[in-house]
C-alpha cells in the first residue's frame, strides 16, 4: 500500500487549504484513514480520522469546527479540508492508514502505511 499525500503549501491565517491522499494497493473502503501532523519540535500528533464505513469521524479538539475529513472511494482518494487555518496549524501533515477499523481516534502505533508528508505553513 502507498499513500500520496499532496495540497500543502504556504498561507496566511485565516486562509484555507485541502490535502489529498491518493492511495494505491489496496481499497480505502477497508482501511481506516487519518491524518497527523508533526510541529518542528514536537512530536507527532493526531488530527483527524474516519472509519471503513465513513460514518465516523474523529478530530482533535484543536481542529474541531475548522477542519473536515473526507474520503471518495471511486478516486480512492482521502481529504483534509483546512479552514480558518492558525499559525499553530503549522506543520508537516501526514496521511496514515490503519487496515483495521477504528472505534476511537486513529492511533499512531496503530497505523500501518504512512504516507510522506506535506509541509503547511501558515503564517500571521
Known amino acids: 500500500v502507498q499513500l500520496q499525500a499532496s495540497g500543502g503549501g504556504s498561507v496566511q491565517a485565516g486562509g484555507s487549504l485541502t490535502l489529498s491522499c491518493s492511495a494505491s494497493g489496496r481499497t480505502i473502503l477497508s482501511m481506516a484513514m487519518g491524518w497527523f501532523r508533526e510541529a518542528s519540535g514536537k512530536e507527532r500528533e493526531f488530527v483527524s480520522s474516519?472509519?471503513?464505513?465513513?460514518?465516523?469521524?474523529y478530530y482533535a479538539d484543536s481542529v474541531k469546527g475548522r477542519f473536515t475529513i473526507s474520503k471518495d472511494n471511486a478516486k480512492n482518494t482521502v481529504y483534509l479540508q483546512m479552514n480558518c487555518l492558525k499559525v499553530e496549524d503549522t506543520a508537516v501533515y501526514y496521511c496514515?492508514?490503519?487496515?483495521?477499523?477504528?472505534?476511537?481516534?486513529?492511533?499512531?502505533?496503530?497505523?500501518?502505511?504512512w504516507g510522506k508528508g506535506t509541509q503547511v505553513t501558515v503564517s500571521s
Open positions: 496514515a492508514a490503519d487496515v483495521h477499523d477504528i472505534a476511537s481516534i486513529m492511533k499512531e502505533d496503530g497505523v500501518d502505511y
Open positions: 474516519i472509519t471503513w464505513s465513513g460514518q465516523t469521524i
